[in-house]
């Protein structure tokens, strides 16, 4: 199982910024894979739910990841302020 997820949050203006960006970067791929735009890191991981290992909690662990993620780079960039 093969994807190209680009997850879009925030305004239009940035979706669609981002929509572009995942079809240049589909186009210079050495293989056409099928990709797909979501709005949401929830949705990303649902797709890719049935590839992901249940041994692992699967899109769960996936979505708490990010979200972990975000915390660690949002307290990251206060204290470069």
Do not use: N
């Amino acid at each position: 199982m093969c994807h190209q997820i680009f997850v879009s949050e925030g305004s239009a203006v940035r979706a669609t910024l981002i929509r572009a960006v995942g079809l240049a970067l589909s186009m210079l791929g050495p293989v056409a894979l099928p990709f797909e735009y979501t709005t949401s890191v929830d949705e990303a991981a649902l797709i890719i739910a049935p590839g992901l290992s249940l041994d692992v909690a699967g899109a769960k662990a996936l979505t708490g990841t990010v979200a972990g993620l975000r915390i660690e780079l949002d307290q990251y960039l206060e204290g470069a302020r």
